[in-house]
C-alpha cells in the first residue's frame, strides 16, 4: 500500500547485496518508497506479508526461498493480490522467463540492467498497472 | 605298385596283350608237336631240313616276341610273327610228311592272331599266309600233288581258314567295340569320379572357409562386449545376441534367441512416437507396429543412428544409440536386421553437466557485471559529482570491456543453450534487408577505426524470410566483425543481399588475412581458431561462427565459406526465401 505521503511503497530482495544497493537506487530515482531490502526470499516473503507493498523486487536465486517461489505464494495469497511482481534473474532464456510469468510476475528484467532502465521500467509497470505484464524480453509463451 | 603288378600290366594286357602272350599258345603248341613226333616212332621226320627250318622259324617267331614285348616302339613290327609263325608251322608240317603231316591245323593259332586284327583286309592275310604255308612242300618242290585231295587240301585249307579268319575278325571287332565302349564309360567315370573328388575337396574347402568365417564373426561379436550386437529378422524375432548385449541387457543368449522380439526392449511409448512421425494410421495391419517403427528407415535401404531408450530385464532403462542395418540374402531381399547399440547415458550425462557448468558460470558472471555495469553507469550520470574528461574516458575503457565481457558471457550461454538443444527462436516474416543494414551501420564506426572501407549492396525490393530478427542479426553481426577483425589497415569488406535459386543470399567478402584450406572443415567447431588468427593475435575464443552456424541451420540455412590465405575470405549464407520476390 502507498505511503502517508501517496507514494507507492516497494520490497526489494536479492543475496548479492551491490545489486540490492543498485537497485535500490533505482527505486529511488523511481520515486518510489523503500520497505524493505533483503538478502533471501523467507524474510522477504515475511516483509511482503508485513507491508503489503505495491511491487516487490525479486530476484531468482536466493537462499530460503527463491524469487519464484516468493513470486508464487504471493499468487496464492489472496490479501497480496494488489501487489505487483517484478522479477529481475541472470538467466535470459525463454524457458526462465516462462518460469517467472508462471510464477505470478507482472514484469521480468535480466541482468546485467541499466539503473536507470530498471527505474523506467518500474515507472511503466505502476503506469501499466491495468493494461498487463511489462518485461524487457519477448512475451512469454502462452500456457 | 608291386613289381609282379607291373609286369603283369606290361605283358597282359585283357584287351591288348603282349606280343609274348600272343605267340605262347603257338610256340607251346609247336613244341609240343615235337615232342609227339619224337616221342612216337610211326610219325617219322620226313624232310630233316624243313623240319629243322621250321623249327629255326619257331625260335626266331619266339625271340622276336620276347623282343617286341620288352622294346615298346617294336611292338607295331609283332604283327609279323604270326606270319613267321605260319611259315615255321607250314615247314614243320613239310618235314613231318607234308599234307599228311598232323600239325598243318596249327596254323589256325597265327591265324587267331593275325584275323585278331582290327582291319579286315587282314582276314585276306591270314587267307594268303594260310595258303603259303600249306602250299610249302609244293613251292619248295619236296612234293607235287598227286591227287585232286591234295589239291583240295592246297585251296579248301586256306579258304576255311580264312572263313575262321573272317568270324575270329568279326567278333575280335565286335569284342574291340565293346572294350572300347567300355574304355569311353570307364573313362566317363573317371572323369565323373575326378569331378566328384573336386567338388568334394571344394565342398570341404567351402566348409573349413565357412566354419573360420563363422570362428571370425563369433570372435568378433564376442569380443564386442560395450556394445550390444542384436540380429532379428523380418518379424523382429531374435537370431543374434552377443555378450554386448547381455551385458547391457542383462539376458542371456538362451533366454532370448527365438523366444522374444527386438522392439520388447524398447519403450512402448517411444515406439508409438516414432510410429506417429512415420504416419503409421491407428490400427495398421502391420507386423509388430512396433518393429516396424524401429527399422523403417533401414528397410527402405539407409541405415539409420537413432536414440532409443531400451529397458533391461530389471525394468531399468538406459538411453542408446542404435545403428539399424538391413541384413539381405545373395538376391538382395531382405532377411532381418542388425541392430548394434551404444549405451550413452555417461556421455549424455557428461554433456548434460558440461552445458550445465557452462551455463551456471555465465549465469553467475552476470551477476557481478551487473554491479560493475550500473554502478559505472551511476558514476557517470552523477549530476551531482561530473567526472572530469578524463574520468570519463577511464569509465569509457572500463565501460566497453565490461560489455566485451558481458558479450563473451552470451556467448557461452548460447553455445551451452546449442548444445543442450534449449536453444528456441521466435520467428516472424521479417524483412532481411534491413536486419543486414543494421549490422553494417553498426560495424561502421569499428570499420573506421580500423581503417578499412565497408561497403553494403541490398535490392530495393524487399525479401522476406522466416526468422527471429534479434539472431539473424546477432549471425549478421557476428560475420561482418569478423570479416572486419581479420582485414588488414586499408582493406576492404563488402556485404551483398541477393537471391539465388529461391534462396536469400548473403555474401560478407573480405580482403583479409584468409583462412588455410585444412582448416576450413573445423571452422565451425566450438573453441576453433584459425591459425592466421592465433598469428596475428587476432582476439577471440572461438565461439562467434559456430553461434552463427547455429542460428542460421536453425533457420533451415546453411553457412559456406570460401577462403585463400593473403587474398581473402567469403561467407555465404543461404536462406530459405519466405516468398517469391521480383529482383
Not at chain 2, 567526472?387 to 556467448?411: C, F, I, K, M
Request: with cysteine.
Amino acid at each position: 500500500m502507498t505511503d502517508a505521503t501517496g507514494q507507492l511503497t516497494v520490497v526489494v530482495a536479492d543475496d548479492d547485496e551491490d545489486i540490492r544497493s543498485l537497485i535500490v537506487i533505482a527505486v529511488r530515482k523511481a520515486k518510489l518508497t523503500l520497505l524493505a531490502d533483503l538478502p533471501e526470499g523467507i524474510s522477504a516473503l515475511a516483509a511482503v506479508r508485513e507491508h503489503k507493498p505495491d511491487i516487490v523486487l525479486l530476484d531468482v536465486n536466493m537462499p530460503g526461498l527463491t524469487g519464484l517461489e516468493v513470486a508464487s505464494a504471493i499468487r496464492a495469497d489472496p490479501e497480496l493480490a494488489p501487489s505487483m511482481v517484478f522479477i529481475l534473474s541472470a538467466s535470459v532464456d525463454d524457458t526462465a522467463v516462462a518460469a517467472g510469468f508462471a510464477a505470478g510476475a507482472d514484469a521480468y528484467m535480466t541482468k546485467p540492467f541499466s539503473p536507470n532502465t530498471l527505474a523506467a521500467q518500474l515507472t511503466a509497470l505502476i503506469a501499466s498497472t491495468a493494461s498487463g505484464p511489462t518485461t524487457d524480453l519477448p512475451a512469454p509463451p502462452a500456457p | 605298385m608291386n613289381p609282379f603288378s607291373a609286369l603283369f600290366r606290361r605283358f597282359v594286357f585283357i584287351d591288348n596283350p603282349s606280343p609274348v602272350v600272343k605267340q605262347l599258345p603257338t610256340s607251346l603248341a609247336f613244341l609240343g608237336a615235337l615232342i609227339i613226333v619224337l616221342a612216337l616212332p610211326d610219325l617219322a621226320i620226313t624232310d630233316p631240313t624243313a623240319a629243322i627250318s621250321g623249327i629255326v622259324g619257331m625260335v626266331l617267331a619266339t625271340l622276336l616276341a620276347v623282343t617286341f614285348s620288352i622294346s615298346a616302339p617294336l611292338t607295331r613290327l609283332a604283327l609279323l610273327i604270326p606270319f613267321i609263325d605260319l611259315f615255321a608251322i607250314g615247314l614243320l608240317r613239310m618235314g613231318t610228311g607234308g599234307s599228311l603231316s598232323l600239325f598243318g591245323s596249327l596254323v589256325i593259332l597265327p591265324v587267331v592272331w593275325i584275323a585278331n586284327q582290327p582291319e579286315r583286309r587282314y582276314i585276306a592275310l591270314a587267307g594268303i599266309g594260310t595258303a603259303l604255308a600249306l602250299s610249302l612242300p609244293f613251292t619248295l618242290g619236296a612234293m607235287v600233288p598227286q591227287s585232286s585231295a591234295d589239291w583240295l587240301r592246297f585251296t579248301i585249307t586256306p579258304i576255311v581258314f580264312s572263313v575262321a579268319a573272317a568270324i575270329i575278325n568279326e567278333m575280335s571287332r565286335q569284342a574291340a567295340g565293346r572294350v572300347k565302349a567300355i574304355h569311353e564309360l570307364a573313362e566317363e567315370r573317371d572323369v565323373m569320379l575326378r569331378g566328384a573328388v573336386d567338388y568334394a575337396e571344394r565342398l570341404s574347402e567351402n566348409e573349413d572357409r565357412l566354419r573360420a568365417a563363422d570362428r571370425l564373426t563369433r570372435s568378433v561379436l564376442d569380443a564386442v562386449t560395450e556394445q550390444s550386437v542384436i540380429g532379428a529378422d523380418v518379424t523382429g524375432l531374435i537370431d543374434v545376441w552377443n555378450p554386448g548385449a547381455e551385458k547391457m541387457l542383462g539376458l542371456s543368449a538362451t533366454q532370448v534367441l527365438g523366444r522374444r522380439y527386438v522392439h520388447e526392449f524398447h519403450v512402448d511409448q517411444e515406439l508409438l512416437a516414432r510410429s506417429a512421425e512415420l504416419n503409421y494410421p491407428p490400427g495398421e495391419t502391420v507386423l509388430n507396429p512396433g518393429f516396424s517403427a524401429l527399422v523403417e528407415t533401414a528397410r527402405l535401404g539407409t541405415a539409420e543412428v537413432r536414440q532409443w531408450t531400451y529397458v533391461r530385464a530389471d525394468s531399468t532403462t538406459l538411453t542408446v544409440e542404435v545403428a539399424v542395418t538391413r541384413r539381405v540374402d545373395e538376391q538382395g531381399s531382405t532377411v532381418g536386421y542388425i541392430f548394434v547399440a551404444t549405451d550413452v547415458t555417461q556421455a549424455l550425462e557428461v554433456s548434460r553437466l558440461k552445458d550445465e557448468f557452462v551455463g551456471l558460470i555465465s549465469h553467475e558472471l552476470r551477476t557481478p557485471l551487473s554491479s560493475i555495469l550500473g554502478y559505472l553507469e551511476l558514476m557517470r550520470d552523477d549530476e551531482e559529482n561530473p567526472l572530469s574528461d578524463e574520468q570519463v574516458q577511464y569509465l569509457g575503457v572500463a565501460e566497453r570491456n565490461a560489455h566485451r565481457l558481458l558479450r563473451l558471457v552470451g556467448d557461452l550461454l548460447f553455445t551451452a543453450q546449442v548444445g543442450s538443444s534449449t536453444f528456441s527462436l521466435d520467428t516472424t516474416v521479417l524483412e532481411i534487408g534491413p536486419i543486414v543494414r543494421a549490422s553494417v551501420e553498426s560495424a561502421k564506426l569499428t570499420a573506421a577505426a580500423a581503417g578499412v572501407d565497408i561497403n553494403v549492396t541490398i535490392p530495393d525490393k524487399a525479401i522476406s524470410v522466416l526468422g527471429d530478427a534479434q539472431r539473424l542479426g546477432q549471425a549478421c553481426d557476428n560475420l561482418i566483425s569478423n570479416a572486419i577483425k581479420f582485414t588488414p589497415r586499408g582493406g576492404k569488406v563488402s556485404v551483398n543481399v541477393g537471391i539465388v535459386d529461391s534462396r536469400v543470399v548473403i555474401t560478407i567478402t573480405d580482403t583479409g588475412m584468409g583462412i588455410p584450406e585444412d582448416e576450413l572443415d573445423q571452422l565451425f567447431a566450438r573453441f576453433f581458431r584459425a591459425s592466421t588468427a592465433t598469428r596475428a593475435a587476432v582476439p577471440g575464443v572461438g565461439l562467434g561462427l559456430s553461434i552463427t552456424k547455429a542460428i542460421i541451420v536453425a533457420h533451415h540455412g546453411e553457412l559456406d565459406v570460401e577462403s585463400e590465405v593473403g587474398v581473402g575470405t567469403a561467407f555465404i549464407v543461404r536462406l530459405p526465401l519466405n516468398a517469391p520476390v521480383a529482383v
